[in-house]
């Protein structure tokens, strides 16, 4: 999988040495830089730097999936050139604003399995990287179509500034991509070029970001009161693939069982919902090293001014245990690639699931373990209603 292969290329990346490196070409403020040893960095063995379609060219050798490094360079703001040929399948992109261990950093790349509709809305994709993870999975809405050539180049422009970022692809006059707000804690970093397809023409104009702002763009979900935003959240416990959750049974069912419900003891923080209302666990707690299931605790409180039944909509990854008042509500799974996978693909988004709230009137804990084993970690919630209601 893509991501699982940025993450040990990159390890393996960071060890290559380097030397003195020569100069990239200049013209009218772009950075040329060529595609030659000289200017980037690579796992030896894995790269062919050869004459293709009239320009100097690379691709993996024997068709390979490689990634590569810009050699000093660091990347702020600007516009950021490209052609790609779709020569193999996968996931081929850049990683811009990459730190300097490599484990945080912006990443924009094309859904690469074949002839695709413009109307395709996955074939270009956005997703920041956190703790060298890719959070795909929580970036339902930094998707969309363009018109890809399965055979010849492909040109790509990247426009970046500040917070916001336009993508071009093939038509240079409209954007097939706006980013709103990237999401990456780096503002400035080095550029990693990925894939089993081939790059050319690869240039930089820094500065050069036309009439993009540099201020987060509007979010959606910024005015609409019924997202739950505020919550308590518990420190990661592992949570061995396969292992449920164990819940106090009542006395007819035998001797009774300890609960795996949080207690008196458990240690609380506070994390609040970040841009599109995602409460971003991802961010928080990171890669869990060597893989493995985590779980964590959030819990919220809704004041109700009456006994009422409200909806609330819930994009999760990856599993979701739901209390209300200690009484168990809702269980779910999202996984990607499983029968489990909710809508959109496996991917958090509030089209995941729906459930009943049944408030008392007064206070009501909201309690919810979230489990992860694959990819980004977090949930968005929303209310249907929040009218007699108040909110942490």
């Known amino acids: 999988m893509f991501a699982k292969k940025l993450i040990f290329i990159c390890t393996v990346l960071w060890m290559v040495p380097c030397t003195t490196h020569a100069q990239p070409k200049k013209e009218k403020g772009e950075i040329r830089f060529p595609m030659a040893d000289a200017y980037w960095e690579y796992e030896p063995g894995t790269v062919e730097f050869f004459e293709h379609r009239s320009s100097k060219a690379m691709k993996g050798k024997d068709g390979g999936y490689y990634s ?17 040929e779709l020569e193999g399948t996968g996931f081929p992109g850049i990683n811009f604003r990459m730190s300097e261990d490599l484990l945080e950093g912006e990443n924009f790349y094309i859904r690469s399995f074949g002839p695709v509709s413009p109307l395709e809305r996955t074939t270009l994709q956005y997703a920041t990287v956190i703790d060298s993870m890719s959070t795909w999975d929580l970036t339902d809405e930094y998707q969309a179509g363009a018109n890809m050539e399965q055979e010849g180049w492909n040109h790509v422009k990247l426009v970046v500034h500040g ?6 692809v093939n038509d240079m006059e409209r954007a097939a991509m706006h980013v709103p707000v990237l999401e990456g804690k780096t503002d400035t970093g080095r550029i990693m070029l990925s894939g089993n397809v081939i790059y050319a023409n690869f ?7 036309e009439d993009l702002s540099g201020e987060p763009g509007y979010d959606p979900t910024h005015s609409d ?6 919550w308590m959240l518990s420190e990661p416990l592992d949570f061995p693939y396969g292992r449920d959750l164990q819940l106090q049974l009542p006395t007819m069912y035998g001797e009774a069982q300890k609960s795996d419900l949080p207690d008196s003891s458990m240690v609380w923080t506070p994390i609040r919902a970040e841009n599109r209302a995602l409460v971003n666990i991802s961010r928080r707690y990171g890669l869990k090293r ?3 299931r985590r779980l964590v605790w959030l819990k919220t409180n809704i004041s109700s001014k009456s006994e009422q039944e409200r909806i609330l909509k819930m994009g999760f990854s990856d599993e979701i245990w739901v209390f209300l008042n200690r009484e168990l509500v809702k269980v779910d799974k999202n996984y990607f690639g499983t029968p489990s996978q909710k809508e959109p693909k496996g991917r958090c988004t509030l089209e995941n699931t729906s459930f009943g709230l049944p408030l008392k009137e007064g206070d009501n804990e909201l309690l919810i373990g979230v489990g992860n084993f694959f990819f980004g970690w ?6 249907d209603k929040t009218e007699g209601l108040s909110l942490d």
């Open 203 to 209: 240039k930089i104009v820094p500065g050069a970001t």
């Open 290 to 292: 060597g893989g493995g």
């Open 225 to 230: 009161t019924r997202y739950i935003r505020n």
């Open 378 to 383: 977090g949930i968005i919630a929303r209310l």
């Open 163 to 168: 917070k916001q970022m336009k993508v071009y």
């Open 68 to 84: 590569l490094i810009l050699k000093d360079h660091l990347f702020s703001d600007g516009t950021i050139e490209f052609d790609v």
